[in-house]
């Protein structure tokens, strides 16, 4: 299962070894850049150099992942004792697409109130798990559309996001964060550079690392793959190619100048 909304760090490294070789792997992409081999635009190139050149993106990814990961046990395991020694159940509510491209669940979870407790019990009492990871710091929002939250939780979503990364509270006590969605897109990013770099024949798309696009929830300004980095994390709604000509219609975005101009 995967926990609508939010994204924490990546623990896919697996051991602490495969996570020093993600630190080598990432100074040679950082180097690529550089010598303008990979295939990324200048304005995120110049954006991510900073994380990938500290010597210990993979490492501190995947320190990040392992904390998030405790967070959510301990967390979770708290929120559903009972003051009587029982458990309460867990509540789950799904997406409208309940499985993602990795036959995962998409949901909201949370425990299970009854119905006299969600009348007595303000709804920022009785945050969603996935809600408490944000909060905490130990995950960043990651609303893809159509999966947007309604207006009273997004506004929740938002508002503690905010606070946690200005806070700087988990993930966000470091100005080198890669972000779970970053991460991904960069580890993509090295195969695929490292593909071309040797002449080998790629058996994707060069530029199929980056594809989502992305909107600021501030103003409906629509911005292309590798321009999301200048809207604030919490602001970013994600909208996949197969979903954009709906999601500009529905929501009335408005390109941004470079993405209107194809630059």
Not at 131 to 152: C, H, K, M, N, R
Not at 167 to 179: F, N, R, Y
Not at 191 to 197: A, D, F, G, L, W
Not at 236 to 253: C, E, G, T
Request: aromatic share 8%; hydrophobic share 40%.
């Amino acid at each position: 299962m995967r926990m609508l909304s939010v994204d924490t760090p990546e623990v896919t490294a697996r051991s602490e070894q495969r996570a020093a070789a993600i630190d080598t792997e990432f100074l040679q992409l950082a180097e690529w850049i550089r010598k303008g081999l990979a295939p990324i635009s200048a304005a995120l190139g110049e954006f991510l150099l900073p994380k990938l050149e500290t010597g210990h993106a993979g490492t501190l990814h995947f320190t990040q992942g392992k904390a998030a990961s405790a967070f959510a046990k301990e967390n979770i395991a708290a929120r559903l004792a009972r003051p009587n020694g029982r458990q309460r159940e867990i509540f789950i509510r799904v997406a409208d697409s309940p499985f993602d491209g990795a036959n995962r669940l998409l949901a909201y979870v949370a425990p299970d109130y009854t119905e006299q407790e969600r009348r007595e019990i303000p709804k920022r009492l009785r945050p969603t798990f996935n809600l408490d990871l944000v909060v905490a710091g130990q995950a960043a929002t990651f609303v893809i559309y159509p999966s947007v939250p309604g207006a009273e939780d997004l506004a929740l979503l938002i508002d503690a996001a905010a606070a946690a990364r200005t806070g700087g509270l988990g993930i966000w006590s470091t100005p080198e964060t890669l972000i779970a969605y970053e991460y991904r897109a960069l580890e993509d990013l090295y195969q695929i550079t490292r593909k071309k770099v040797s002449n080998e024949p790629l058996d994707v798309g060069e530029r199929s690392w980056r594809e989502r696009y992305c909107a600021d929830m501030r103003n409906r300004v629509l911005h292309g793959p590798e321009d999301y980095f200048g809207i604030e994390p919490e602001y970013r709604l994600w909208i996949w190619p197969q979903d954009l000509r709906d999601a500009v219609s529905r929501l009335n975005l408005t390109p941004a100048p470079e993405l209107a101009a194809g630059v």
